[in-house]
């Protein structure tokens, strides 16, 4: 019969078919397999790089290495000096950026209206995001540094970073923001509010959690930078303490910290490993350590964070 | 019934009224800063470069081969600084490009979400790594694992630092990329696989040239990225300007000539100074375009869907 | 002082007067209106989506003006003060705080049940615990809600209902004593049993205030209002007594409409 006569044909087609997908299917565990071991070559090469500088450094992870100053004798060398320039650049730095950050962010996404003036700014913003971090470092030498007369002080280094954490706090601020539905907004608006009143009673705290994670990115940031600070002619050897901030006699507070030289921890870790020596290689391994574990903590909290708020905050 | 209220009440309240403005006034400056700051950067830039160029003209400056500002017999050649940013941005892009889309792939249409969910992490922890300590690691790791299968590699050469810079660059172009994929309608994917296509077949030739755009303005923003990349290339590839691009040789970039002129003395004014400042200006125009080319293709990309 | 009333000796709380209204691109979505709203009764708006039924409600307490470009011609009179709250040197700020209004997906903010009904009255400055305390419980009484909610004023509002959530908005509207009460689709996001709720709340709460509803819903139109209006593109097609409407409408389209010939 005439069908039964075209069924063998139709059977080897689709066993051709079958054959062929099999083909297929195997291309696609292939891929998935190549993915997986990219992604996990990736991994480990975070923990190689981890690892390796915690067993360099290891020998060095004592409480004199952050109580000494660096020295020409590497055993003897420590990173108080470097720590605490660290801090207190990172303290001008939170200072600057991060009202200024919040204060952009709430700007363009709450007031300005569709223009030339915010067409000009969204521009600027996305523009400076993409500036080499050398770039701000040659801004700050040519403006802050001989123009504003500021010299190669915490001051400047800590202006300098909060460019660089510019417009990581106004993305992060404007994403933030963002994700408040406009019915939240009407709400307020309906009992009477006015625009300020609905930007710091409602915009600013439902959006907190949100761009404190930009912030301690920013600040992440910021702790690793260095190219712009060797460019602004930052000493890489200081042996001294900057001025404290706070005095036992009134009024307390003491700004003179703000003009002295410093050093900042990964300026001090290139310095040492710029040495021919090993045993200074020993003392960058265990300075990078810190910096890692620094860096690594915050990014870890700024991450959990907002994975946090995602879960909670269910509009 | 509440009482009635008189009209008076009903005008503006000025006090208030000033105050909404004199806020709105004090944000718009802060958002203005940005504008400020870029200003500033291209005016510095410039004016510090303009004696520069009044002293080495422009055809020197892009022609000679030889790049010497702080020696007695200055040569002023910005080719060796183009020649080290070019071959370790290569290097880097050979890593980048291959890994960077192949994590964007897997993870916009292989992974699971749980699988997403952990591995975005990994990957902005990677982003977070400081520079200087990737630089260490090209130093003092990697250079030497290379010179164990190639031993004429010396200390300080452009391969190494290239790949290291690559690894660093894969998270920025696997999450660009990724964005761009997952931003490509359900639909599509349906109909690829309502034809019984499979996931691969789906992904390579359905997904991927649907983002195509996307995907090569992640590849763009990268390259930036890696142009301006500093501490990487000044720690591990020598700072000594030499015009080539063979990787096993050592050089310089633009930004660790930067770096080293730093270091040392700087006198305020002098050429030498000018000169990190010229570096500065091609450096920003070279990754200015290179942004503007990125977020225009980007741009594009997302007015498709 | 001028108090208008209508055949049947009702008094109008606000009436709008050949309002037109053009969002920022030009479209022209409300011509001439001319509607009152009495005292004490509830007025319905009906229509099929798109005629302009909620950018009339929204024009009452001027949330145009939260996006730019939009413009409104002719009046919107409040009495019994004659004042018209579309001009240009009436803050909508007060005239939100005399219309309040409850929107169609429940948008409580996210902050303590107190804290929500509190708001309006922060934002007028009163921040004496004693006064927002007896506000805050008068209005969540007002709401129906104080029963359910008074054990637990400090959590969350996320964490209650959609009709809890509902009726907390509309806490948030009562706190501030308005004159007239704008629902914009009030139980569309709502179960029934909640819609329920909310629809004797109304009742209830035309005894102390006006009311203006926007409903897709006609049946709910003809449980609870005294007065309906029926639009269509823009234009007020009808506007009479519930009952006139839903058993002898006097124009054709607005029969064709509840009839559900159309729409």
């Known amino acids: 019969m005439a069908v039964n006569q075209k069924k063998p044909s139709a059977l080897k087609d689709l066993n051709l078919i079958r054959t062929m997908i099999r083909q297929h299917k195997r291309n696609d565990l292939i891929f998935a397999g190549l993915g997986m071991f990219v992604i996990a070559s990736l991994t480990i090469t975070l923990i190689i790089l981890f690892l390796d500088l915690v067993l360099d450094g290891y020998p060095k992870f004592t409480l004199d290495f952050f109580s000494n100053f660096p020295s020409r004798r590497a055993a003897r060398a420590g990173i108080l000096s470097a720590w605490v320039g660290s801090s207190l650049v990172l303290i001008v730095t939170f200072i600057v950026a991060v009202p200024l950050g919040i204060a952009a962010g709430i700007y363009l996404e709450e007031y300005s209206k569709k223009g030339w003036l915010s067409d000009i700014i969204e521009i600027n913003v996305s523009n400076l995001a993409g500036v080499p971090s050398i770039i701000y470092g040659l801004l700050a030498l040519g403006l802050f540094v001989y123009s504003f007369g500021l010299g190669q002080s915490i001051l ?50 439902y959006s907190y959690g949100g761009i404190l994670t930009g912030v301690i990115i920013g600040m992440a940031r910021a702790i690793g930078e260095t190219a712009p600070l060797i460019t602004i002619g930052a000493l890489t050897f200081i042996a001294f303490l900057p001025p404290s901030p706070v005095t036992i006699d009134p009024p307390f507070i003491n700004l003179d910290w703000l003009n002295a030289g410093f050093t900042v921890l990964p300026i001090q870790m290139f310095n040492w490993i710029s040495r021919p020596q090993h045993a200074f290689h020993i003392n960058a391994a265990a300075t990078g350590a810190v910096i890692i574990i620094l860096t690594v903590l915050m990014n870890g909290v700024a991450i959990k964070l907002r994975y946090n708020i995602r879960k909670k905050i269910k509009w | 019934m509440s009482e009635p209220i008189i009209s008076a009440r009903l005008s503006k309240d000025f006090q208030r009224n000033i105050m909404e403005r004199f806020i709105e006034f004090a944000l718009l400056c802060s958002a203005a800063f940005a504008v400020f700051i870029t200003s500033a950067i291209v005016y510095v830039l410039v004016s510090e470069a303009i004696p520069f160029f009044q002293h080495v003209s422009i055809y020197e400056f892009l022609t000679d081969t030889v790049w010497t500002p702080n020696y007695s017999i200055k040569h002023y050649g910005i080719l060796p600084l183009i020649s080290g940013t070019l071959t370790t941005t290569f290097i880097a892009l050979l890593v980048a490009v291959p890994l960077g889309t192949i994590t964007a792939i897997y993870l916009s249409e292989f992974a699971s979400h749980k699988v997403r969910e952990t591995v975005k992490p990994i ?36 391969l190494g630092p290239g790949i290291v810079m690559g690894v660093m660059i894969v998270p920025y172009i696997a999450s660009l990329a990724e964005d761009s994929m997952r931003a490509v309608p359900m639909a599509m994917r349906e109909g690829a696989y309502a034809m019984g296509a499979t996931r691969f077949q789906t992904s390579v030739r359905v997904i991927t040239p649907a983002a195509i755009s996307g995907i090569v303005a992640a590849y763009i923003l990268a390259i930036s990225r890696a142009v301006g990349e500093t501490m990487i290339v000044a720690i591990a590839a020598g700072q000594q300007p030499n015009f080539t691009f063979n990787p096993v040789e050592s050089a310089a970039t633009i930004t660790s000539y930067i770096v080293s002129v730093a270091l040392g003395d700087l006198e305020h004014g002098g050429i030498g100074y000018q000169s990190i400042f010229a570096a500065g200006l091609t450096l920003l125009v070279m990754t200015l375009l290179l942004n503007i080319l990125g977020h225009m293709t980007r741009k594009k990309f997302a007015e498709r869907y | 002082m001028v108090t208008e009333k209508n055949k049947h000796n009702e008094i109008v709380k606000a009436e709008s007067k050949n309002l037109n209204f053009f969002y920022a691109d030009g479209t022209q979505a409300l011509k001439k209106i001319n509607l009152p709203v009495y005292e004490n009764k509830i007025t319905a708006l009906i229509g099929p989506s798109g005629c302009g039924k909620s950018t009339f409600l929204r024009s009452f307490n001027r949330m145009h003006d939260l996006y730019p470009g939009n413009k409104y011609e002719g009046e919107i009179i409040l009495y019994p003060d004659n004042t018209n709250i579309l001009d240009k040197k009436v803050d909508p700020i007060e005239v939100r705080m005399r219309i309040s209004m409850v929107f169609q997906k429940p948008n409580p903010f996210p902050k303590s049940i107190f804290e929500n009904v509190a708001y309006g009255l922060r934002v007028r400055g009163e921040n004496n615990k004693r006064i927002l305390d007896d506000k805050v419980e008068e209005a969540l009484k007002g709401a129906s809600l104080w029963n359910e909610v008074k054990d637990r004023l400090q959590d969350l509002a996320f964490n209650l209902s959609g009709g809890q959530q509902q009726r907390l908005c509309i806490a948030r509207a009562l706190a501030t004593e308005p004159e007239i009460m704008l629902f914009d689709e009030p139980t569309s996001a709502l179960d029934p049993i909640a819609t329920v ?63 559900g010939k159309f729409g």
């Open chain 3, 197 to 259: 709720n909310i629809e004797e709340l109304m009742s209830e709460l035309k005894k102390k205030l006006s009311i203006l509803i926007v409903t897709h819903n006609m049946q709910q139109a003809a449980r609870i209002s005294d007065y309906t209006a029926y639009m269509y593109l823009g234009e007020l097609v009808e506007h009479d007594d519930t009952n006139k409407i839903f058993t002898n409408p006097s124009k054709k389209e607005t029969e064709d409409y509840i009839t």
């Open chain 1, 156 to 205: 400047t280094a800590g202006l300098t970073l909060a460019l660089l954490m510019l417009p990581i706090v106004i993305v992060s601020t404007r994403e933030a923001i963002r994700a408040i539905p406009v019915q939240i907004r009407e709400a307020a608006y309906a009992v009477g509010a006015t625009k300020w009143q609905v930007v710091l009673n409602h915009v600013v705290q």
């Open chain 2, 123 to 158: 990957l902005e922890l990677l982003v977070g790594v400081p520079t200087v300590v990737f630089g260490y690691f090209a130093l003092m790791l990697v250079t030497p694992l290379l010179q164990k299968i190639y031993p004429d590699l010396t200390t300080f050469n452009m």
